[in-house]
């Protein structure tokens, strides 16, 4: 007879920004600047609109296939990319959109390629999973789950080969972070010092199944312990904590320590995907976090709170709209690519 299988308990995962029983409180992260509080409204604004933009698309047929969307996670991209200086690379997997906004990427581009048009950053070939960007040092884009973590080392190595101090920010999933490439991958990174920060952006339920099923140790921040990559939990709800904690990474990698882990606590609003209806999980649950912890929201409430006026973010949102459906116009009536694009792309030149 097999032995009796040993019975474990699980403990509850908390919500982004809410403290588990007993835990210490977290440290209040550092103040932004008026300035700073305006852009990164700005920023997360236009991820949010640009998202329920391509949700309306997709519903309506102008946009097929696979569709991740962004929306509840802007501030991870946007507080990260304080931390970096030109020749810093990023690369994501396929909840991507908001990493090319947040990079710089025309939101025009971004959407032609969601429609497949010719004027999308991968000529309407790519689709929502597959988009770079050369010029923003923006590596895509990766369908495969966990398939951009060793990229993002490849990447890493490269500056460490050209003698560079650039950093490499390599993002992926809680679900990608069970992944055998990616603890190979961990392994390489700490053996030889690699610049990458790998940032896990932790919405609880990959796919579709919560952490606390799928995982046997909760805390992926400590992934990298065997390997010694020092690791990080952060309210990814809170720009200015994922800006702190980004800052302290990517200067540990610059500086020739190697790599860090950071857990961003985040959680998404729509589904895995837009074919996903999200049923294992409430909407009440979803409305908590929404209400309580929006990431937009929360510096929305800071600049009321200094006295910035009302309709002055009003004024910033109805501009952000006017962008976004300038960019949803443009790629609806942009041409398809032609039917010989099918061969070009298929090898590198020379």
Same mark, same amino acid.
């Given at each position: 007879? /097999?032995?009796?299988?040993? %019975?474990?308990?699980?403990?509850?995962?908390?919500?982004? *920004?809410?403290?588990?029983? *007993?835990?210490?409180?977290? /440290?209040?992260?550092?103040?932004?600047?008026?300035? @700073?509080?305006?852009?990164?409204?700005?920023?997360?604004?236009?991820?949010?609109?640009?998202?329920?933009?391509?949700?309306?698309?997709?519903? =309506?047929?102008?946009? +097929? +296939?696979?569709?991740?969307?962004?929306? *509840?996670?802007?501030?991870?991209? #946007?507080?990260?990319?304080?931390a970096l200086k030109l020749g810093d690379q990023v690369i994501t997997a396929y909840r991507d959109h908001g990493h090319m906004l947040a990079v710089g990427?025309?939101?025009?581009?971004?959407?032609?390629?969601?429609?497949?048009?010719?004027?999308?950053?991968?000529?309407g070939k790519g689709g929502s999973m597959h988009m770079f960007s050369k010029e923003k040092d923006f590596y895509g884009g990766h369908g495969i789950v +966990?398939?951009?973590?060793?990229?993002?080392?490849?990447? /890493?190595?490269?500056?460490?080969?050209?003698?560079?101090?650039?950093?490499?920010?390599?993002?992926?999933?809680?679900?990608?972070?069970?992944?055998?490439?990616?603890?190979?991958?961990?392994? =390489?990174?700490?053996?030889?010092?690699?610049?990458?920060?790998?940032?896990?952006?932790?919405?609880?339920?990959?796919?579709?199944?919560?952490?606390?099923?799928?995982?046997?140790?909760?805390?992926?921040?400590?992934?990298?312990?065997?390997? /010694?990559?020092?690791?990080?939990?952060?309210?990814?709800? @809170?720009?200015?904590?994922?800006?702190?904690?980004?800052?302290?990474? #990517?200067?540990?990698?610059?500086?020739?320590? *190697?790599?860090?882990?950071?857990? =961003? !606590?985040?959680?998404?609003?729509?589904?895995?995907?837009?074919?996903?209806?999200? !049923?294992?999980? %409430?909407?009440?649950?979803?409305?908590? #976090?929404?209400?309580?912890? @929006?990431?937009?929201?929360?510096?929305?409430?800071?600049?009321?709170?200094?006295?910035?006026?009302?309709?002055?973010?009003?004024?910033i949102d109805r501009e952000v709209r006017e962008k976004v459906n300038a960019a949803a116009e443009f790629a609806i009536a942009d041409p398809e690519p032609?039917?010989?694009?099918?061969?070009?792309?298929?090898?590198?030149?020379?």
């Amino acid at each position: 007879m /097999a032995p009796a299988k040993a %019975s474990r308990s699980r403990t509850k995962t908390s919500s982004p *920004g809410k403290r588990a029983k *007993g835990q210490a409180p977290a /440290a209040q992260p550092p103040a932004l600047t008026r300035k @700073d509080e305006l852009n990164a409204f700005r920023d997360m604004l236009l991820i949010r609109r640009f998202e329920e933009k391509a949700g309306q698309l997709y519903g =309506m047929g102008h946009i +097929g +296939g696979f569709c991740h969307l962004y929306i *509840g996670q802007e501030a991870i991209v #946007v507080g990260m990319q304080w931390a970096l200086k030109l020749g810093d690379q990023v690369i994501t997997a396929y909840r991507d959109h908001g990493h090319m906004l947040a990079v710089g990427m025309d939101p025009k581009g971004v959407m032609a390629e969601l429609t497949g048009r010719r004027s999308g950053y991968s000529g309407g070939k790519g689709g929502s999973m597959h988009m770079f960007s050369k010029e923003k040092d923006f590596y895509g884009g990766h369908g495969i789950v +966990g398939a951009c973590v060793p990229l993002g080392a490849g990447l /890493a190595f490269a500056n460490k080969y050209r003698g560079n101090d650039h950093v490499c920010l390599c993002f992926f999933g809680d679900g990608a972070a069970n992944q055998g490439q990616v603890y190979e991958t961990f392994n =390489m990174a700490e053996l030889w010092s690699l610049p990458v920060v790998f940032i896990i952006e932790n919405n609880k339920y990959a796919m579709g199944t919560s952490i606390e099923r799928s995982s046997s140790t909760t805390n992926l921040s400590q992934r990298g312990r065997s390997f /010694a990559i020092p690791g990080e939990q952060v309210d990814g709800m @809170d720009v200015r904590a994922v800006r702190a904690a980004g800052e302290r990474a #990517v200067a540990h990698a610059r500086a020739g320590k *190697g790599p860090t882990i950071l857990e =961003m !606590k985040t959680y998404r609003y729509r589904g895995h995907s837009m074919s996903d209806p999200a !049923k294992y999980r %409430s909407r009440e649950e979803v409305q908590q #976090v929404r209400e309580t912890h @929006d990431p937009i929201e929360q510096v929305r409430n800071r600049l009321l709170g200094d006295g910035f006026p009302e309709e002055d973010l009003k004024k910033i949102d109805r501009e952000v709209r006017e962008k976004v459906n300038a960019a949803a116009e443009f790629a609806i009536a942009d041409p398809e690519p032609e039917p010989s694009e099918l061969w070009t792309d298929v090898i590198v030149a020379n």
